[in-house]
């Protein structure tokens, strides 16, 4: 069973729209919560890192959110523009040796 | 996609074949990764290596093999007994494997597409 899921698989915006993205992870002991963009045959870039003690984070249009507690995080996109057109990676670490969960990612479509 | 190289960028292979896909970094990391990528799937790990001339199987080695002579090449190679392995597949470096540290960013790679005809 995946530790990490992610949620939507995929959604569809209009240029100028916000939206938010959503994870929820099992894994324990949790160390930090990443949020990669991936576009189109490329590799993943790392958007924000999330650490325990860490409600929220902001990457310029990027905000994403951590609740440890209920281990569920979100990104947010405001004014989104059509370079925001990629899958939305949610990787979750664990004390130890530093095995990454990844989930499925988000694919967000932004149309003009 | 930061130090990290990845060639070629699209690779094809007749069954029966084996393919070495290349990653190379200059960022000084010491861990490297590899990784699979399919359709509507995370990221599925199939080796890494927290340090030269040592390396692990990760949760889909099978029909997989790998080399870390330098700590700046981390070669992969998709034997003929890998049942499927047309997929996209990605190499990262993190500056140590050792620990999940606020620190410890994994670094991708472009990727390569391989196909097999």
């Known amino acids: 069973k995946n530790q990490v899921e992610q949620s939507p698989q995929s959604l569809i915006i209009l240029e100028g729209k916000n939206c938010t993205l959503q994870c929820n992870y099992t894994v324990s002991p949790f160390s930090n919560l990443r949020w990669y963009k991936q576009d189109t045959g490329r590799g993943p870039v790392s958007l924000t890192i999330?650490?325990?003690s860490e409600n929220t984070k902001s990457n310029r249009r990027y905000t994403a959110t951590l609740d440890a507690d209920t281990k569920q995080s979100s990104l947010h996109i405001t004014a989104s523009q059509l370079s925001d057109s990629a899958s939305y990676i949610c990787v979750v670490s664990a004390w130890g040796w530093g095995k990454f969960q990844f989930g499925a990612g988000t694919q967000v479509v932004v149309t003009p | 996609d930061g130090g990290i190289t990845q060639s070629p960028k699209y690779l094809f292979r007749k069954e029966g074949q084996n393919v070495t896909l290349s990653c190379e970094q200059n960022l000084n990391h010491d861990a490297m990764y590899w990784y699979r990528q399919d359709p509507g799937q995370g990221l599925r790990l199939i080796y890494y290596?927290?340090?030269?001339?040592?390396?692990q199987k990760g949760d889909i080695a099978e029909g997989y093999s790998v080399s870390r002579e330098k700590k700046e090449s981390f070669p992969l190679t998709v034997t003929s007994a890998q049942k499927n392995p047309t997929a996209f597949y990605l190499c990262?470096?993190?500056?140590?494997?050792?620990?999940?540290?606020?620190?410890?960013?994994?670094?991708f790679g472009p990727g390569t597409r391989l196909t097999v005809l």
């Open positions: 990262a470096s993190s500056i140590e494997g050792g620990l999940a540290g606020d620190g410890n960013e994994q670094f």
């Open positions: 999330m650490t325990f």
């Open positions: 290596s927290q340090i030269v001339n040592d390396f």
